[in-house]
């Protein structure tokens, strides 16, 4: 977040060497020339894409998830090694902010042309020293700006909202650690 990348497509601003174009509701991404062409479901993007050590077979899947991030990693070149599938031109991991044993809460909104409206927050709690809950989502809406006079419908509108839950368990003087988590799109 302190990048300000609030979308997936931002990160060619910050990363040399990355190109990330929209196609729909897929994103084709490409790291030093390699790039994904085919996003159907019967195709393997080249691009390697990560939420949380998690691989997400389609690159859609991995739009939803640009709410409150501790961190992006762009990784150039074949990662078969330290993933476990041969992503030939490189992966893009995304992790989620870790629940902390401390309150904090945040919201953002934003509002530009064509009514689009975008509110995201997080609320972090404390339930006791080593358990902790995350709970972060945004919601995303836009007229369309493309007028099909054939059957009178609006192009390119949005109507889509995202939450995550994370709940740590981590005791004190322990090297244990448990984390349940769930999101919705």
């Keep these: 977040n302190q ?14 060497g990355v190109r990330i174009g929209p196609s729909g509701s897929d994103a084709r991404p490409a790291i ?19 939420v949380d050590d998690i691989y997400q077979s389609r690159t859609s899947q991995a739009l939803t998830a640009f709410v409150d991030l501790e961190r ?19 992966n893009i991991a995304i992790y989620s902010a870790q629940p902390r044993d401390e309150f904090a809460a945040g919201v953002d909104a934003l509002y530009g042309r064509f009514n689009r409206a975008r509110v995201e927050g997080f609320v972090n709690v404390p339930i006791t020293e080593g358990v902790a809950v ?3 989502g945004n919601y995303e809406y836009q007229d369309g700006y493309v007028k ?15 939450v995550r839950g994370i709940l740590r368990v981590a005791p004190t003087g322990s090297d244990l ?8 799109y």
């Design 148 to 162: 099909n006079t054939s059957t009178g419908d609006d192009l390119g509108d949005e109507d889509a909202y995202f």
């Design 72 to 90: 992006v990693e762009v990784q150039k070149g074949p990662q078969g090694t330290l993933y476990g599938r041969n992503s030939f031109g490189g």
């Design 32 to 50: 030093r020339g390699v790039f994904t062409e085919a996003i159907g479901a019967n195709s393997d993007p080249r691009i390697g894409f990560y």
């Design 177 to 184: 650690e448990v984390q349940l988590r769930g999101s919705y």
């Design 3 to 16: 990048a300000d990348v609030p979308e997936i497509t931002r990160i060619e601003h910050l990363a040399p």
């Design 134 to 136: 995350r709970v972060a």
